[in-house]
């Protein structure tokens, strides 16, 4: 009885379906209301959120004043607690950003919206919709069903040094990973024969006037000059027991740098190079790991340009990924690539 009323529906809400009113009035001593209020959002779970489309627009703005009313009744609701340690940011499509502590969410997502749009019905006045809500929850960095009562400095301190260790562990995962592929390099330019070059090609950073610069993580999809790079590294002919490194850059005003720009460039690289070195017959390419999207249609077509050359294409390798949506894009690049295809040539892959 001590809980709050919100959290009072939620319990009501994972009782069995089979359950009478009256039995349930009974035994928790609550309202009919509350047991059609719990029965209520069980079917929410069950049931998908209405996200409206997502508009195509140049600049949104989510009006301040909604989402403190939505924070703060979360607030004061107890289903949003902070956490004593740590903080993030929420930043907003105005390029304002909130610094806020991390914070615990008490009830699933789904269940949150649908008890903020109980309450704002009652005040009869017009909220965020419920694709900024979700979003809202999802820049909260709020973690899903975790309970802070009785959490004290000692579990705290816990189970931030377990994830602090699990992230050391996959660190080293990586760097294990990146040494032995980079020993790999090292060996195959070691044993390279005279007829052979070690060839690694990849694009640079697009080039923009210095008021236009901006950082990295908002540097995707500007405008500018592209420069594709194509780097051979070859046996010295001339001095016994050495090698040389030739460079080639091609620059295009206007390119999307997609797979046939990389294709097409690429192959204009190594037709320049093979002018200028007949006696290289063979080569091991190198680039990024953003070519798996195309599956095994990219080193398919890298081996029929490189035919018509005259060269062999011995090893096709690509750096080592790091982690999260990288690992995700190199695993399921080629299924995407084929359903694309499929979906192009007017199939349907939803009804079967």
Not at 165 to 171: S, T
Not at 184 to 205: E, F, G, R, V
Not at 279 to 290: G, Y
Request: net charge neutral; aromatic share 8%; charged share 25%.
């Amino acid at each position: 009885q001590k809980l709050p009323y919100q959290e009072k529906i939620r319990i009501l809400s994972l009782l069995p379906e089979d359950w009478t009113y009256n039995e349930i009035q009974e035994k928790f001593g609550c309202t009919r209301h509350a047991v059609n209020l719990a029965k209520d959002l069980r079917l929410s779970t069950a049931t998908p959120l209405h996200l409206e489309p997502k508009k195509c627009v140049i600049r949104s703005h989510i009006s301040p004043a909604l989402t403190e009313h939505f924070i703060t009744w979360l607030v004061e609701t107890e289903m949003l607690v902070s956490i004593p340690w740590g903080h993030g940011e929420l930043e907003l499509d105005s390029g304002e950003v909130l610094t806020i502590p991390k914070q615990v969410l008490q009830a699933k997502r789904r269940h949150v919206i649908v008890q903020y749009k109980w309450h704002y019905e009652e005040l009869k006045f017009t909220p965020l919709s419920d694709r900024k809500l979700f979003y809202i929850l999802e820049n909260l960095n709020a973690s899903e069903q975790k309970a802070l009562f009785g959490l004290d400095d000692f579990a705290v301190a816990a189970r931030d040094a377990w994830e602090k260790l699990e992230f050391v562990c996959q660190k080293l995962l990586m760097s294990s990973a990146e040494l032995q592929q980079n020993t790999a390099k090292a060996n195959d330019i070691k044993n390279l024969s005279d007829d052979c070059a070690y060839m690694t090609i990849d694009w640079a950073q697009k080039i923009l006037r210095t008021e236009h610069r901006e950082g990295q993580s908002k540097y995707f999809g500007k405008k500018g000059m592209s420069v594709l790079v194509g780097s051979f590294t070859m046996n010295n002919l001339e001095i016994a027991d050495s090698y040389k490194t030739e460079t080639y850059m091609l620059a295009l005003t206007r390119c999307s740098q997609n797979e046939l720009d990389t294709l097409s460039g690429g192959h204009l690289i190594a037709t320049e190079f093979a002018k200028r070195h007949p006696q290289i017959k063979k080569l091991l390419n190198r680039s990024d790991n953003a070519s798996v999207l195309g599956g095994h249609a990219t080193p398919e077509s890298e081996r029929i340009l490189h035919n018509k050359l005259g060269l062999e294409l011995l090893v096709r390798d690509y750096s080592e990924v790091q982690l999260g949506k990288d690992v995700s894009d190199r695993m399921t690049g080629s299924a995407k690539m084929r359903k694309g295809a499929f979906v192009d040539a007017g199939n349907n892959t939803v009804v079967v």
